[in-house]
């Protein structure tokens, strides 16, 4: 069974501070991993979709690397604000299944 | 629509009673995925459509819980005789294709209390 762990699991800090957000999984035989945020009462955004064969993706300020052999993603968001106050999610899918396999998340405030 | 809608968004049931949540993919999606999450939680997979075949029922905790989408496109969760355990957000998902590389979209879900 895959199991997918994010560290930490609830981050505070000051607004302009870039985040820095992990997320481990114990199987490498991935397929791809997805990088998702939920608000309070609402459903999964998807933020950043990482193909198994990818080492990045880069969407605006987000940045997500991906080292499938150590098992291990990281999310980057640069210049935190105020409105990047919610829970991260990290989300993987293995190769053959068809169901993705979540982390807990890391809820983040970005303090003004 | 323009992305994925669940109906009701909020449900309050007592224990013993039956519930039916709905979930309306984005159009043209092949792919349908209800999961269950738990306060503090990340999802739980509970089943999987290809259009109107039911390919994965795996994580459905009991019998009790039955899905079905038989147009391949709205899709039902129901649950029988709900108990105090059942009490969770259920989120659809869906993708465009089968097995491949595009990404899940989710509804905001349904909150589900039984009292």
């Known amino acids: 069974k895959q199991e997918v762990t994010q560290i930490p699991a609830a981050l505070s800090v000051p607004e302009g501070e870039n985040l820095v957000l992990n997320c481990s999984f114990t199987d490498s035989a991935i397929y791809n991993l997805q990088w998702f945020r939920q608000d309070p009462g609402k459903g999964l955004t998807s933020l950043l979709l990482?193909?198994?064969?990818?080492r990045e993706q880069t969407s605006g300020r987000l940045n997500a690397s991906l080292d499938k052999s150590s098992g291990r993603s990281t999310l980057y968001i640069a210049a935190s604000q105020p409105g990047d106050s919610a829970t991260y999610l990290c989300a993987v899918r293995r190769i053959n299944d068809y169901k993705l396999s979540f982390g807990a998340g890391t809820t983040v405030t970005v303090r003004a | 629509g323009a992305g994925v809608s669940q109906s009701p968004r909020y449900k309050v049931a007592k224990r013993g009673q039956d519930v039916a949540l709905r979930c309306d993919p984005i159009?043209?999606?092949?792919?349908l995925f209800w999961y269950q999450q738990a306060l503090g939680q990340g999802p739980e997979f509970l089943t999987y459509f290809q259009n109107e075949a039911q390919l994965d029922k795996s994580g459905l905790p009991s019998d009790r819980f039955f899905a079905e989408r038989p147009e391949g496109s709205v899709s039902t969760l129901k649950i029988q005789r709900t108990q105090q355990e059942d009490s969770a957000v259920y989120l659809c998902a869906s993708s465009l294709g089968g097995v491949s590389n595009q990404p899940q979209h989710f509804g905001d879900g349904t909150r589900l209390s039984i009292l």
């Open positions: 990482i193909q198994s064969s990818q």
């Open positions: 159009s043209g999606h092949v792919s």
